[in-house]
Each structure stands twice: as C-alpha cells, then as structure tokens.
C-alpha cells in the first residue's frame, strides 16, 4: 500500500484518466485485498499482464457514471501504464466487485471508462487469474499436475515429523477448471482437513471435513501421492500427488 501511496502524486501528474494507447505498454500491475495480510501483490509475468488488458477490454463500460456502491470492493486493482520512455507511468486504478453469478462489478478511474459489468464468461476465467496471484503467495496450486510453491508442502511434513502445530493450503484445479480449495490443520498429532468445492459444478458444492491421523507419502516409481490415513468413517484421501523429472 505505501508503494501505491508514493505513486499517488505521479497518478495526477501523469493524466490518470486517459485510456490506454496503441503505443502504451503495460508495465505491471499491482492488486490489493482488503484485510490482507499482504499490503500488495505485484503481477509482472507478460502473460498474465496481457490476459488482464483483455479480459478489461471486454467490461461493458457506462463512461462518466459513479454509483454508489452497497459494499466496499473485494480487490483494487491499479495497472502501471509506460506511455513514454524515461516518463513516469501512468496509472489505471480499478475498483473490482465479485457477484455471484461469476460477473464483476467494475470501477474505473478512467474517464471514458468509468462504471462497467464483465459478463460471467469473462468475470470467471478473471477471477481465477487474480485470486492464483492472491493466494497463490501462501498456498500450494496444483493445476493438473503442474505444482506450485511445493516448499510450502515440505515445511509442512517436516514440522508434522518433528510434531509441531502447522497448518497447509492448498488449491487443486479439476479437469473442467473449478478451485477445490482445501485447509489442512495438524495439532496433537491429528490433522483436521477442510475440503470446499463449492465452486465445482459436479462437486457435491459444499465443505466437507475430515480428521485423520497419519499422513503417509507412497512412491510408485517417479510418482509421490501423499494420503491421509486412518481417518475417521475409514476414509483414505489424496492429498497431492506430485510426478519427479
């Protein structure tokens, strides 16, 4: 946030309400949570840069409209815009609200701009590229068998070996896209597992939770699955199963 702050001045200096040119490059973007423990995400992969600009060109935009929202925003996005070389960047700042039927509600500071509605097809795919940015600093993502930040799922066994309280998060994508979004706590040698697939339209779309005492990593050749056993009903679960190059 205090970033965001110090470049507040250059926002007014640098014309923050033009569009975006044909000439203009999108340096990076910046995404802040309200009640984050995180003051700010950066986003500086091209791809994902060039995914944001498109999925903001597609907003239905009502240009010069300001209404007034019932709810604060669920994400401030601010894209930082090279316009001219050696010129301080220009800054687009947008107020985003997530709905229920996968839209989004958007505020922008740009004047031709202004209030604007993505459609669900668009708002969905969106969503999922910030919210892997948001959670991704902190949790494991396991996105048809490509894993990210799988250190996290290393500290995790040792303090577990070494019988310290830890907790682990985690998102597992299935085939179709949904987020299985699943929170693992251990403590006096139990785990305590919450599974969501509330976004998993052939899930059972609710939490589930399960307690189980063992945490076992089987290797099968160049494959380590890691399954919590013992658990209460007599369920076995896979947690991650993760293939070695």
């Known amino acids: 946030m205090r970033r965001l702050l110090a470049y507040g001045l250059l926002l007014l200096l640098a014309g923050c309400n033009d569009t975006m040119q044909h000439s203009a490059t999108l340096e990076w973007a910046v995404i802040n949570v309200k009640n984050s423990a995180a003051d700010e995400i950066i986003i ?19 240009p010069n409209t300001e209404p ?23 800054i687009n700042e947008y107020q985003i609200w997530f709905e229920e039927d996968n839209s989004m509600t958007i505020m922008s500071n740009v004047k031709s701009e202004g209030f604007g509605k993505l459609q669900g097809k668009f708002g969905k795919p969106f969503k999922e590229l910030l919210q892997q940015n948001i959670m991704g600093k902190d949790r494991v993502i396991d996105q048809h068998g490509q894993i990210e930040n799988l250190e ?39 785990y305590n597992i919450e ?48 293939t070695s190059e």
């Open 68 to 90: 007034k929202m019932a709810t604060h925003e669920d994400i401030i996005l601010s894209l930082f815009i090279e316009v001219e070389q050696n010129m301080p960047e220009r």
């Open 44 to 62: 500086h992969d091209p791809k994902e840069l060039e995914d944001i600009t498109s999925y903001l060109s597609k907003t239905d935009w009502q």
């Open 152 to 190: 996290l799922l290393h500290q995790f066994l040792k303090d577990t070996d070494e019988k310290r309280q830890a907790s682990l998060e985690l998102t597992r994508y299935t085939i179709e896209g949904a987020p299985i979004y699943w929170k693992v706590e251990y403590q006096e040698g139990q």
């Open 195 to 242: 599974v969501d697939n509330r976004e998993d339209n052939w899930g059972s779309k609710n939490i589930e939770n399960y307690q189980c005492d063992k945490l076992t990593e089987d290797v099968t050749g160049s494959l380590t699955d890691y399954n919590f056993t013992s658990c209460e009903g007599g369920y076995e679960i896979n947690l991650l199963s993760v």
